[in-house]
């Protein structure tokens, strides 16, 4: 099959359109990286808590049984955050397909591409508000001493 220009500026075209969910990826991806790492610092810290957990006398456990309380809804939290971003990449890699189909079979895919784009973005208004919520459980959890306020 000999490429005509009609169908090369229809392909380049179809690039073009996807780039801007493309760099939409790269911004998720690197949400999941983060959202990824707070996951195994939560993890690791309730391991280093659990490991710990009978060199406490038990007036010190009590702190520690809220603070593993605490770190499981964080962790959950941040598994609810991480599953919404990765379905909201999924979708927009959709979309991305959903583009090319559109240009190379010259299909009529624009409410579907266009309803794909607004719930992953959706997803990911989720995924960012369950995240937030994690950090300022995390904030509230953590109070680090000030010792020039005792002065």
């Given at each position: 099959m000999i490429s005509t220009p009609d169908s090369l500026d229809s392909i380049a075209r179809a690039i073009q359109l996807a780039l801007a969910p493309v760099f939409l990826l790269t911004g998720i991806a690197g949400?999941?990286?983060?959202?990824?790492?707070?996951?195994?610092?939560?993890?690791?810290?309730?391991?280093?808590?659990?490991?710990?957990?009978?060199?406490?006398?038990p007036s010190e456990q009590v702190p520690v049984n809220l603070e593993l309380q605490i770190l499981e809804r964080r962790?959950?939290?941040?598994?609810?955050a991480i599953t919404a971003s990765t379905i909201a990449a999924l979708l927009?890699?959709?979309?991305?397909?959903?583009?090319?189909?559109?240009?190379?079979?010259?299909?009529?895919l624009k409410w579907f591409i266009g309803a794909l784009f607004t719930v992953a973005m959706l997803v990911l208004v989720v995924g960012l508000a369950f995240f937030l919520r994690e950090v300022h459980l995390a904030m509230k959890s953590i109070r680090i001493p000030n010792p020039q306020a005792r002065r």
């Open positions: 949400m999941l990286n983060v959202m990824t790492n707070r996951l195994s610092r939560i993890i690791d810290r309730g391991r280093a808590l659990t490991e710990g957990h009978n060199a406490h006398t962790t959950h939290l941040t598994s609810v927009v890699c959709i979309v991305i397909a959903a583009l090319f189909i559109e240009v190379l079979l010259d299909a009529h």
